[in-house]
């Protein structure tokens, strides 16, 4: 039997399986439209032009600070880029994550990054570290702000401080963990060079290639903070523009975004596409009506969705003439 077999077999069910619950939350999506028809048939949207063009204007920053946060990471990782070609790399590595399967993304941005003398195991793991990073803070924003009924019946002010303070020193100790995996990695390097077929694999990924600097790494974590808390601030600005928010529906709002962007990170759909929706409609629902809060959430969607169609093709187009920096 091929010793591809295996792992192509556990391939084929993984992306079936991903499919199969990404299926379901489609189902229930469109059974909670129908159950709630005549509240959706309510929707009563006025859109507040300054409003809009803030949420626009602080979406697009939010995109580009995470880009820069990558691109702060990866020189930690050896390896400094210009900000052009970063941008290129980032954003159309990230178009992937819309497609049914979690590797994708890591090996798009592995190809992409490798012509410029990024190394690939680190260009990999970059992705893992910076989807970390970005539930971490999630989780920190969401244990502050998010409504007291968010994690249901059970927890209470207790499991939110345990959330929160457990994703806080998870952002602090990045360095000596995912960032800062070679000290696990050689244990791997040993035993694949015990083996003779995985000898070659281990010479080509350097024993050092996934320890990054742990200033840089701080640095790369309070910029991906950042865009969080500013794309926190465009989920506002949105709601002040098409449901009629108030100033006092600030921190309501805000919370409700991160846990929908928590949930929808840890969730099995690509890019979380339709569980965050669920998780902000609902949360949003007693205070804008589920109709209101279910528009609400799909323009935060379609928000994201126009400005990454914007920011690809200029992506594209940009640092390909751009040589590396010499490596640090």
């Given at each position: 039997m091929n010793d591809r077999t295996g792992p192509k077999a556990q391939r084929t069910v993984g992306t079936a399986v991903r499919w199969a619950l990404g299926l379901a939350t489609a189902a229930v999506?469109?059974?909670?439209?129908?159950?709630?028809?005549?509240?959706?048939?309510?929707?009563?949207?006025?859109?507040?032009?300054?409003?809009?063009?803030?949420?626009?204007?602080?979406?697009?920053?939010?995109?580009?600070?995470?880009?820069?946060?990558?691109?702060?990471?990866?020189?930690?990782?050896?390896?400094?880029?210009a900000c052009q070609p970063?941008?290129?790399?980032?954003?159309?590595?990230?178009?992937?994550?819309?497609?049914?399967?979690?590797?994708?993304?890591?090996?798009?941005?592995?190809?992409?990054?490798?012509?410029?003398?990024?190394?690939?195991a680190a260009a990999g793991a970059s992705v893992v570290v910076e989807t970390a990073t970005l539930v971490g803070w999630a989780a920190v924003f969401a244990a502050l702000w998010a409504p007291s009924d968010w994690l249901g019946t059970a927890g209470g002010w207790l499991v939110r401080i345990v959330i929160g303070a457990g994703a806080a020193v998870g952002l602090a100790t990045l360095p000596w963990t995912l960032a800062g995996a070679s000290m696990w990695w050689r244990r791997v390097d040993r035993f694949m060079r015990r083996v003779v077929l995985l000898r070659p694999m281990a010479d080509r990924i350097p024993p050092d290639a996934l320890s990054a600097q742990r200033s840089t790494v701080w640095q790369a974590t309070l910029v991906y903070g950042s865009s969080v808390a500013l794309r926190l601030v465009?989920?506002?600005?949105?709601?002040?523009?098409?449901?009629?928010?108030?100033?006092?529906d600030v921190?309501?709002?805000?919370?409700?975004?991160?846990?929908?962007?928590?949930?929808g990170?840890?969730?099995?759909?690509?890019?979380?596409?339709?569980?965050?929706?669920?998780?902000?409609?609902?949360l949003l629902a007693d205070r804008f009506g589920i109709g209101d809060a279910a528009a609400f959430a799909i323009a935060v969607r379609v928000l994201e969705f126009t400005h990454e169609l914007v920011l690809l093709p200029i992506a594209a187009a940009a640092g390909r003439a751009s040589p590396p920096e010499a490596p640090r």
């Open positions: 999506i469109v059974w909670l439209a129908v159950r709630n028809w005549d509240d959706l048939r309510q929707i009563d949207l006025s859109v507040e032009a300054g409003w809009l063009i803030g949420a626009i204007t602080a979406s697009f920053a939010a995109t580009l600070l995470l880009a820069t946060g990558w691109r702060e990471l990866i020189g930690g990782y050896g390896t400094s880029l970063a941008l290129r790399i980032w954003m159309l590595s990230q178009a992937t994550r819309y497609l049914p399967t979690g590797l994708v993304p890591i090996a798009a941005r592995a190809s992409l990054a490798a012509p410029l003398g990024v190394n690939r465009a989920t506002v600005l949105l709601a002040l523009a098409v449901v009629g928010a108030g100033t006092g921190w309501l709002v805000a919370g409700a975004t991160a846990a929908g962007v928590l949930v990170m840890v969730g099995i759909t690509p890019a979380g596409l339709g569980v965050r929706e669920v998780v902000v409609a609902a």
